[in-house]
């Protein structure tokens, strides 16, 4: 699908790292995560989600991380853990994420990746943590009056996270590249001081890096601004009723100069999996309203049967932390492995 986004170096080389899962997707681990501070939404859906579960059918060993520590960067209790945590796990599994061939855990539960932090720290510089565009606008929008050391610190984290399974593709959303950036450094630099030991991980986009929430800016968990994959159809209906549009009757595809209106347009299409300019011209004239209606139906199809095994995954709550449970021990067992590595590549006493 084209959706004139700027073909940025990151849009380039995702297209070369396609062509490469399509001829040899066993070359390949996959770390992606999310954090427990909410339910996921169609900005996740499409940004990761299904890229997640796309490459786990590919045969790529995927990991996918409930980021529970990292709840704690922006705000200074994590509320409600359980109850997100839960929530998450019920949405891997009704979007198709196989806890026979994918491993789902939280880092909580992990120590030794953990510990990668202390040398992964010792890697970057303060000025290079204080630079990140990402790490600037979460303070931007952070509910705290004081910026934490876990707020600057949390990307290098995010390094730990990935490089622990020694993850080399990362499906993310464009927010997440700045921070892919701090991992590969942190992986060149650990590997140049103490002997080869972690690859370089490259993002992966998908072709929706950035869905637009109801205000028309980036949809986000936090923000008060999303449609929750677990969203009923009448709830779906009254969040697109009050999504920001423009004065404009007509209806185009242009992100630039429209963005409420084209966000709307490119949900429609992906849930459609049709083009977004065929979309636009296809409501042409029937302004907000019928864009909204097209893209209300289109949603509420696309999640539909989404939304029932949900439902049906929410009556066994017992499997479902099961899963959980399951996928840390065997990270536990991946986490030990490489922190003896690094501890024998540091040349640390044992
Ligand atoms: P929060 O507001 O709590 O930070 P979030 O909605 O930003 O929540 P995260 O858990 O921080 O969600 O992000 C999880 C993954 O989803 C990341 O890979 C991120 O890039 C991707 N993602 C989040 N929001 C979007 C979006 N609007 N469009 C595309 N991808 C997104
Ligand atoms: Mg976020």
Sequence with gaps: MTTDLPVSPAV?????LEAQLAGDPGRFRVLTGDRPTGALHLGHYFGTLHNRVRLQDLGVDVFVLIADYQVLTDRDVAERLTEHVEGLLLDYLAIGIDPARA???????VPALNQLLLPFLSLVSVAEL?????????IAHSRQSAVSGLMYTYPVH???????????LVPVGQDQLPHLEITRTVARRFNERYGNVFPEPDAL???APLLLGTDATKMSKSRGNSIALGADADETARLIKG?????ERHITYEPERRP???SLVLLAALCLDRDPHAVAEEIGNGGAAGLKRTVTEAVNAAMAPIRARRAEYAQDMGYVRGVLRAGNERANAVAEAT????REAMGMFR
């Design 12 to 16: 380039r080389r995702s297209a070369e």
């Design 103 to 109: 491993t789902v855990f939280n880092h909580s539960a």
């Design 130 to 138: 204080g630079r990140n565009p990402t790490v600037k606008d979460e």
């Design 158 to 168: 995010q390094a730990a996270d990935i490089l622990f399974c020694k993850g080399n």
């Design 205 to 207: 986009l998908s072709a």
């Design 243 to 247: 999504a920001t549009t423009d004065a």
């Design 260 to 262: 409420g209106v084209s």
């Design 339 to 342: 922190l003896m590595e690094v």
